[in-house]
């Protein structure tokens, strides 16, 4: 006997699963999320929310919440944000700025109808909480997973009250695992990790103290130091600070971290050395790079870090998880539905798993370039790309989308391709990426962000479900994606633009069209009007049936 059903559970109720849990809702679908821990975290693991990931959260009603929670900084002269000195007090070593940096204060307007937005974690956790009950999802913090089984129908899980000891068993149609680095769902599993492994160990240290003096009022995201005794990276969330204090792990280690000790690092790491210090607390992490051979076993999905792990080094880490939750928030929901086939669940690992290596050898050599850290050794040269392009202009190729003349259909032959220990981080394929300042409107790729002439951005336009995106002259593409959509029950939204930029962005022309999934994906583009004798209604009904997984029998 179960003491409940649920269509979803998630087990992780950090930055992604809390984001999940959300996506989930949003969709229609309440999920139940899980989380070990009696409250969200006070440590600020993630500091900002980059632009791709401002934009789904701004999709769901969350952008306001976010600018009102963000840190007010002045002072954006420099525009990565990032500060290299001896100490915060001491002398300046230089502000980082390379090519390849979009900072938190970059402009993203002519990329994005949104920003960075420098909120960390500790801020933005109760925010996402707060939305996902809003929107119906069962939330429960203080309560873990302790064991689950799944079979052909669905995941059978135990649920312990931390508090209580008291255990329910819980029948969920899926499981999505965000519970983080270490995973005990991927371990229970079964599933290797590959990659470069630990890196460095870091210990954090939240703390409050009076810095105006040592700030001196400059603006930064993070202040890294390096003296004789700290190595770390400073940060504030604007009321209390963290130290990312480096140390070398040997036995007692991390318990040797008490109160004196974190004093003492703090006041080298600021410069200060009579500092009033007050220690809120220490948590261990490491700095490292894991990515999971697989992100699906059955009914059970892994998001976030428990995917994936990556150094810090561009901000991708909790970025790139969000999205993981956001790719399959709507693949879910409209399998449960029964608006899709089972079979649109497997393209969450076809398109997220490249997505994942790629990051990871991105943050990578980022790391290495930053820090030039030699405990790393020998890794396989990987050419960086610019910030944006790791953000957003990755491509994806799978069942859910339809590939044009002369380009592949199926995975993309670059990262992620390889079965684990045969990924080669050098091999990538310029055809899996796009250069978002200069869009192709391919399939697969983001749907660009384009300024109207009536206000607002093509990404604004995007919703829930399916839309269809057509030129001026595109009206019969427009009728005949809602015929196809009404005839399988599936929601559909249609535009016609008239704006030239918005064909040049897409790479239509006035007669095109373009269908985007509902995670802002572009599924199918047809660059004008349909050959002679083409019926439009049946080409798009094929195009549907083909992304969402439907069989012949599906879509009669």
């Not at 954006?76 to 230089?94: T, V």
């Amino acid at each position: 006997m179960h003491d409940e059903h649920v269509p979803v559970l998630i087990s992780g109720g950090s930055l992604v699963g809390l984001s999940a849990a959300v996506f989930l809702a949003w969709h229609g679908v309440r999920p139940l999320l899980v989380e070990r821990h009696p409250d969200t975290s006070i440590y600020a693991r993630a500091w900002g929310v980059n632009p791709r990931t401002m934009e789904l959260y701004r999709s769901v009603g969350l952008e306001p919440a976010i600018r009102r929670a963000q840190r007010r900084l002045e002072g954006k002269d420099r525009a990565s944000g990032i500060l290299r000195a001896e100490s915060l007090a001491g002398e300046e070593h230089e502000w980082f700025e390379v090519p390849y940096l979009h900072g938190v204060f970059e402009d993203s307007s002519p990329v994005s109808p949104t920003g960075w937005a420098p909120c960390p974690q500790d801020r933005l956790e109760p925010l996402l909480r707060a939305r996902a009950v809003e929107l119906g999802a069962d939330v429960r913090f203080g309560v873990r997973l302790a064991e689950f089984e799944q079979d052909g129908e669905g995941v059978t899980a135990v649920l312990e009250d931390r508090s209580t000891g008291g255990r329910r068993t819980v029948r969920a149609g899926y499981l999505l695992a965000c519970d983080g680095n270490a995973s005990p769902v991927r371990r229970r599993l079964g599933i290797p990790t590959d990659g470069l492994g630990t890196m460095v160990h870091n210990m954090a240290i939240l703390f409050e103290a009076d810095l105006t003096e040592a700030v001196r009022g400059r603006a930064f995201m993070h202040c890294q130091v390096m003296n004789e005794d700290v190595m770390g990276v400073l940060g504030t969330d604007g009321e209390r600070w963290q130290l990312d204090a480096m140390y070398f792990p040997g036995a007692g280690a991390e318990e040797e971290f008490g109160e004196e000790r974190c004093v003492r690092l703090v006041r080298a790491a600021t410069g200060l050395p009579e500092l009033e210090v007050r220690i809120l607390g220490r948590l261990p992490w490491e700095l490292a790079a894991r990515v999971a051979a697989r992100v699906r076993a059955g009914r059970v999905f892994l998001a976030g870090d428990a995917a994936r792990v990556h150094p810090p080094t561009g901000g991708f880490g909790a970025n790139t998880g969000v999205q993981d939750a956001h790719n399959l928030a709507w693949k879910l929901a409209y399998v449960l539905s029964g608006r899709a086939g089972a079979a649109l669940l497997d393209t969450y690992e076809d398109e997220r798993l490249p997505v994942g290596r790629f990051t990871v050898d991105q943050a990578v050599a980022r790391s290495l370039d930053r820090f030039k850290n030699p405990a790393v050794g020998d890794v396989a040269a990987v050419p960086i790309v610019d910030d944006l392009t790791v953000m957003m202009g990755y491509r994806y190729r799978s069942s859910a989308t339809v590939p044009e003349a002369g380009d592949p259909a199926g995975p993309a032959p670059g990262p992620g391709a390889p079965g684990p220990g045969d990924h080669d981080p050098s091999d990538y394929d310029p055809a899996d990426y796009d250069d978002v300042n200069a869009p192709s409107g391919r399939p697969g790729t983001r749907a660009p962000h384009v300024p109207l002439d009536t206000g607002g951005s093509t990404i604004d336009l995007l919703g829930r479900d399916f839309t269809l995106l057509a030129g001026a002259d595109g009206a019969g593409w427009a009728r005949a994606a809602a015929g196809a959509a009404r005839a399988r029950g599936v929601p559909l939204d249609a535009h016609l633009i008239a704006d030239e930029p918005w064909a040049k962005a897409y790479g239509v022309g006035s007669g095109g069209a373009v269908l985007v999934r509902p995670d802002g994906f572009i599924a199918w583009r047809a660059g004008g009007g349909p050959a002679p004798g083409t019926d439009r209604q049946d080409t798009l009904g094929r195009v549907l049936d083909r992304v969402l997984s439907r069989t012949q029998e599906e879509a009669r």
